[in-house]
């Protein structure tokens, strides 16, 4: 049913535009009591058993309901988590959010590639900045349903910022939020806004996570869980390099990977299928250099059971989705958590 609806609608619909519909559709439908029970009864169904934290500082502070997880991207300024969790997303990444609130880059800025089955953004953090984020947050947070949601925090550099500044907006951001997350990401590896991708350099990198743990440690008085999320077009090297430093700090884990610049279909990011082999090799490559330690979202590509267990065998811990949430529809995120829980024993 959705794959027909999905050609014969949603493609004839700007792509932007199909977005916003269907968030604003699936934040409704969070919040009509009957109506959100039954979606999430039939299409969000959990696995029987929750997905345990690893020990040794697994980046969740509580079982996730499932190993699949909405990646950041969709859910900009946090306020479909409940619908999200509600379609059977083990875990939500909001964001990504940033200090000042921001228009983002000029329209277009969204394109679908459907015969890869691929997305093509150059979106630039459009949101309301970290401080409406952390209000929507702190709402979700006020209800039952909402205290039980897992949801991470993606953070980013505004673009009106310098980079010299950068270590001063991501701190001001993760103020914000992290007292309403379980989670942090710092996003230093989207390629839409000028010179980020460059602050994945470890001598730029490291002053970011040591003062982004310090203030949302103090901020939430607790232990806030710190990835940092990469690109998929840094070379082996820099990679490697990624890794030794969150093995030094100490990071939760990592996130891999980002879009990529890797095409030829015009500017901005690519996700989706033509992602999945790159993602694979960051993957592998930082379990390798990682060791069992730290923890790996691995997103890129996935879309289906058997791409998630290839992640999964590559060395991920967790895994992340977009386009193909786009791609398969409503009840996909459900399905493959359950189908990847009965794998999995």
Known sequence: ?????????????????????????????????????????????????????????????????????????????????????????????IGTVTAH????????????????????????????????AADQLRRLRGTRRGRAV????????????????AVDDYTTSAREVAPWADYLVVNVSSPNTPGLRDLQAVESLRPILVAVRSAAD?????????????????????VDAIADLARELGLAGVVATNTTIAHGYGPGGLSGEPLRERSLAVVRRLRDRLGPGPVIMGVGGISTVADAEAMLAAGADLLQAYSAFIYNGPAWPGRMNRALARRRG
Not at 232 to 237: G, I, S, T, Y
Request: charged share 25%; proline share 9%; hydrophobic share 45%.
């Open 218 to 238: 103090a901020a939430a008085r607790r232990t806030v869980p710190l990835l940092v999320k990469i690109a998929p077009d840094l070379a082996d090297e820099e």
């Open 101 to 132: 609130a921001q228009p983002g880059n000029d329209r277009p800025r969204l394109w679908r590639h459907v015969p890869e089955r691929a997305l093509r953004n150059r979106m630039g953090f459009n949101n309301h900045g970290a401080a409406a």
């Open 150 to 165: 897992v949801v991470g925090a993606n953070i980013g550099k505004s673009k009106v910022t310098p980079l010299e500044d």
């Open 1 to 93: 049913m959705y794959p027909l609806l999905f050609r014969a609608v949603a493609v004839r619909l700007d792509p932007e535009q199909a977005h916003q519909l269907a968030m604003r559709a699936i934040r409704a439908t969070s919040h009509v009591p009957v109506l959100s029970t039954a979606v999430r009864a039939t299409l969000g169904r959990r696995p029987a058993r929750p997905v345990p934290s690893r020990a040794g500082g697994g980046p969740l502070a509580r079982p996730v309901p499932g190993v699949l997880g909405l990646a950041a991207g969709m859910d900009k300024d946090a306020d479909t988590a409940l619908g999200m969790d509600m379609l059977g997303f083990g875990f939500v990444e």
